[in-house]
C-alpha cells in the first residue's frame, strides 16, 4: 500500500527567509503527487501537482516542487516565505484503484513565520 | 465556475445520533469522494462516488455509508454517532474518468460529539 511521510510536523521560519518541507512517499508506480494548504477552518487547496514529465514543478503562491525519483521525495520550497503563507501543508500521493481516484495523505506539517 | 460546497458547514450532535453531510461537486464533476480529518489520524479516506455507483471504500466501519444523487451531488450519513466521530469532514469533487483526476475541495463539514 501507498504512504506518504512529512518528518516535519511543525516548522517556524522567519519572513523572507526561504523554505523547504519535505516529503517521502512509497508507492510501486511512477506516482501522481500534489502538495495541498489548508488554513484554520478552511479546506484544501492545491498548491501544485506532478504527474510526469519536467520534474520540476512550479504552483501558485510562489511555491515550487521537485520530484526526485531515486529518493523517493517530493519536497516543497519556496525562495520567500510570507507571514501569509503561515498555514499547513500536506502532500500527497493520488492513486488509481478500480478506475477509481484516492489520495493518501502525509501527516501535515504546520509552518509558523516570525516576523 | 462555483466550487465544490458543503452543507451544513457546522454540525452538534451527542452520541448516538445520526447525521447525515451533503456535498455539491463542480458542475460537470462526475466523482465525489469524502475524507475524514481528525487531529490523531490525519486525513483518511472514506468512499469515492460514480456516477450513484460507491467505487472505492477506505477502512471504516459501516456506521459510515454515502450514495450520490444523479445530478452527482452527493450525502454521507454516519449513525450511532461516537465521540471519536468528531472531525472535519471533506468533500472533494472531479472529473472521474479512468485516468487519475485532480481532486477540488471542498471547505468540509465540523462536526462535533458530545
Known amino acids: 500500500a501507498q504512504s506518504v511521510t512529512q518528518p516535519d510536523i511543525h516548522i517556524t521560519v522567519s519572513e523572507g527567509a526561504s523554505l523547504e518541507l519535505r516529503c517521502n512517499y512509497s508507492?510501486?508506480?511512477?506516482?501522481?503527487l500534489f502538495w495541498y494548504v489548508q488554513s484554520p477552518g478552511q479546506g484544501l487547496q492545491l498548491l501544485l501537482k506532478?504527474?510526469?514529465?519536467?520534474?520540476l514543478v512550479q504552483g501558485i503562491k510562489g511555491f515550487e516542487a521537485e520530484f526526485k525519483r531515486s529518493q523517493s521525495s517530493f519536497n516543497l520550497r519556496k525562495p520567500s516565505v510570507h507571514w501569509s503563507d503561515a498555514a499547513e501543508y500536506f502532500c500527497?500521493?493520488?492513486?488509481?484503484?478500480?478506475?477509481?481516484?484516492?489520495?493518501?495523505f502525509g501527516g501535515g506539517t504546520r509552518l509558523m513565520v516570525k516576523p | 465556475k462555483a466550487g465544490v460546497t458543503q452543507t451544513p458547514r457546522y454540525l452538534i450532535k451527542t452520541r448516538g445520533q445520526q447525521v447525515t453531510l451533503s456535498c455539491s461537486p463542480i458542475?460537470?464533476?462526475?466523482?465525489v469522494s469524502w475524507y475524514q480529518q481528525t487531529p490523531g489520524q490525519g486525513l483518511q479516506f472514506l468512499f469515492e462516488?460514480?456516477?450513484?455507483?460507491?467505487?472505492n471504500k477506505g477502512n471504516f466501519p459501516g456506521r459510515f455509508s454515502g450514495r450520490q444523487f444523479s445530478n452527482s451531488r452527493s450525502e454521507m450519513n454516519v449513525s450511532t454517532l461516537e465521540l471519536g466521530d468528531s472531525a472535519l469532514y471533506l468533500c472533494?469533487?472531479?472529473?472521474?474518468?479512468?485516468?487519475?483526476?485532480?481532486?477540488?475541495f471542498g471547505p468540509g463539514t465540523r462536526l462535533t460529539v458530545l
Open positions: 508507492y510501486g508506480a511512477t506516482p501522481y
Open positions: 458542475s460537470g464533476h462526475r466523482s
Open positions: 500527497a500521493v493520488g492513486e488509481t484503484l478500480d478506475a477509481g481516484n484516492m489520495l493518501t
Open positions: 462516488y460514480f456516477s450513484e455507483t460507491q467505487r
Open positions: 472533494a469533487s472531479s472529473l472521474g474518468s479512468r485516468s487519475y483526476n485532480e481532486q477540488f
Open positions: 506532478y504527474f510526469s514529465g519536467d520534474t
